[in-house]
Structure formats: C-alpha cells, structure tokens
C-alpha cells in the first residue's frame, strides 16, 4: 500500500490554474504535518507549503506566495494545493510529503529541510507560456 498518492498534474498555460491531491494511507494517515515540494529538471527540490493538521495553520514558500493554498480534508484524508496564476518557473514534478510534527512551528520548518517520512510518488505540473 502506497503511504501517498499525488494526482491532478496536468499541463496548463501561464496564467492558468491547477488543483493537486495527495490521498494519504496506512502509516501516513493521521500525520500531523503534510507539505508539497517540487523539483524542476535539473534543479533541486524545493518546498512549496506545509499544513499543521490540528489547527490548518499554513506555511509557504515566497515563490508561491499569495497563488499558491494548501488545504486539506481530514474526513477523506486528503491534501490539496491550488495552484493559481502558475508561470513557466512553476514547471516541476510535485511531490506530498507527510510526518509527525511536536507543532505548527516545527511543522513550518519543515519546509526548508525536508525531512519527512513519507513521501508520494508525484505529479508533474508543466505550464507553458
């Protein structure tokens, strides 16, 4: 059984929007942190957003800031990131990410080291300009 499975990747023009899912199972349900990174061919992987599920408190990366939201279900154990006003530069494959967390804080840092325990296969995202 695979922990998280990503889809909603498609390609789309700049400008447009997208709207990625992240279904979580077995041992990475219930994390109390969640986040999306992403990797650019040729580049290294970037974290986009993280969520505190107890308390849906959100963290972004400044690139994405104000077009990107994280989000979640909790009933159905899914993560989202609406993706809005995507660019050429947004052009990556997305990956979710899922852990334990001590809190939001640590949840939020997170975002630059990266080290979760589980993680999907991803979804590539392609916009063109």
């Known amino acids: 059984q695979v922990p998280l499975v990503e889809s909603g990747g498609g390609s789309v023009q700049a400008g447009g929007s997208l709207t990625l899912s992240c279904v979580a199972s077995?041992?990475?349900?219930?994390?109390?942190?969640m986040a999306w990174f992403r990797q650019a061919p040729g580049k290294g992987r970037e974290g986009v957003a993280t969520?505190?599920?107890?308390?849906?408190?959100?963290f972004y990366a400044d690139s994405v800031k104000g077009r990107f939201a994280i989000s979640q279900d909790n009933a159905n154990n899914t993560l989202f990131l609406q993706m809005s006003g995507l660019k050429s530069e947004d052009t990556a494959m997305y990956y979710c990410?899922?852990?334990?967390?001590?809190?939001?804080?640590?949840?939020?840092?997170?975002?630059?080291?990266?080290?979760?325990?589980?993680w999907g296969q991803g979804t590539q995202v392609t916009v063109s300009s």
């Open positions: 990410a899922a852990r334990p967390s001590s809190g939001r804080n640590y949840c939020g840092s997170l975002l630059r080291s990266g080290n979760f325990d589980f």
């Open positions: 077995g041992p990475a349900s219930g994390s109390d942190c």
């Open positions: 969520i505190y599920t107890h308390s849906s408190f959100t």
